[in-house]
């Protein structure tokens, strides 16, 4: 009870000319009310592909081939597309990394916010008045609403795309790689608006980044991905204070450290390719600690302590 999101068991595959890739493999989790959720993995392990099905819209020649995403009971992935159009949008929305995926840089910012709002049924002038407390909300004078989006700066536009993609109050908001694209320190300022946003607002926050510094520092809870598949999930002080997975690991002892001399260790080799997976664990050619099993035999998620989940054989000793 009390989650507003939960996804079961999802699987995602693009069916491409050169083969299939198991882009998402099975993920599950939950998402309360207000939490941050961090899904955090190298460039390919799926969490572009994972946000895309939360919303029900992987593009061609993707596939979701089995799972539910209930989105406060009700599965997004039986919706017709007139219903979906509603609940995207209103009830969960993303926020991209490009903000030029959700604004057309043409056309006045003031004309896409209100359409985007009077699409989900908002007459014309409560359109206007609502696209004005967002734009007010995310810390932007309202003269940028008369702007057109490339005359805007690229912390700017993320905070229209932020200011629509919380316009409706939806449950979940998904920020995928939001501040990549930014500078460090507009990177800090966007960060915090979304902590303000998410407090006041009360709304869940899904946010995908490569980078675990970030999701330890933002989130309530973290999910590492890697080749598609959950590695290890917890929430971020049980993370860490003990940190189970292998990759996990490797993740944090790439990042680089205050004081620390030398360059961070990283982790050698490359990600699998997903046409192709490997063997038993899909990290085992990379994994410092793999075995005979690991190549012969896939982990299943399991719950090492509560609420803490690590896919890996060797789990419980590799403390
Ligand atoms: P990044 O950090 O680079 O954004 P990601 O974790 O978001 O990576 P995805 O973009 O979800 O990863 O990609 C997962 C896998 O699916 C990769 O192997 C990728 O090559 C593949 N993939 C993604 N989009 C498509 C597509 N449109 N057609 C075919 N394969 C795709
Ligand atoms: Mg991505």
Same mark, same amino acid.
């Given at each position: 009870?009390?989650? +507003? =999101? $939960?996804?079961?068991?999802l ?5 491409t000319?050169s083969? /299939?890739?198991? %882009? ?23 969490k572009?592909?994972?946000?895309y ?10 596939k ?15 919706l017709?597309?007139?219903?979906l159009?509603?609940v ?20 006045r ?34 003269? +940028? =609403? $008369? ?9 700017q536009?993320?905070? /229209?795309?932020? %200011? ?14 939001p501040?990549?694209?930014l ?8 960060m ?37 598949y959950?590695?290890e ?23 680089p450290r205050l ?7 990283f ?23 793999a ?7 896939q ?21």
């Amino acid at each position: 009870a009390g989650h +507003v =999101l $939960e996804v079961e068991d999802l699987w995602v595959k693009y069916y491409t000319m050169s083969g /299939v890739v198991h %882009a998402v493999s099975g993920v599950s989790f939950k998402l309360r009310r207000g939490e941050m959720l961090a899904v955090v993995g190298e460039s390919g392990s799926g969490k572009s592909t994972l946000a895309y099905a939360l919303m029900n819209m992987v593009p061609k020649p993707g596939k979701i081939v089995r799972g539910r995403v209930l989105l406060g009971g009700v599965d997004l992935l039986t919706l017709m597309t007139e219903e979906l159009r509603k609940v995207r949008g209103s009830r969960i929305s993303i926020v991209f990394q490009d903000p030029f995926t959700t604004l057309d840089p043409l056309r006045r910012v003031v004309d896409q916010f209100t359409e985007f709002l009077m699409e989900h049924g908002l007459d014309k002038a409560t359109a206007l008045r609502v696209a004005r407390e967002y734009t007010e909300a995310v810390g932007l004078p309202e003269r +940028v =609403l $008369e702007s057109y989006p490339h005359q805007l700066s690229g912390g700017q536009k993320q905070r /229209v795309a932020i %200011a629509m993609a919380i316009s409706l109050s939806p449950e979940v908001v998904i920020a995928d790689e939001p501040t990549t694209a930014l500078d460090v320190i507009v990177q800090k300022q966007i960060m915090d608006l979304i902590d303000d946003v998410r407090r006041k607002y009360k709304s869940s926050f899904i946010l995908i980044t490569h980078d675990l510094a970030l999701a330890l520092e933002r989130a309530d809870t973290v999910m590492v991905m890697y080749g598609g598949y959950v590695m290890e999930y917890a929430d971020k002080s049980e993370l860490v204070r003990d940190m189970r997975h292998p990759y996990t690991r490797a993740l944090l002892e790439s990042l680089p450290r205050l004081g620390q001399r030398g360059l961070p260790s990283f982790l050698p080799g490359y990600p699998p390719d997903l046409r192709n997976p490997p063997s038993g664990c899909v990290f085992h050619p990379r994994c410092p600690l793999a075995r005979e099993k690991c190549r012969a035999e896939q982990p299943q998620l399991v719950e090492v302590s509560k609420g803490h989940y690590v896919a890996c054989h060797y789990a419980g000793v590799v403390k």
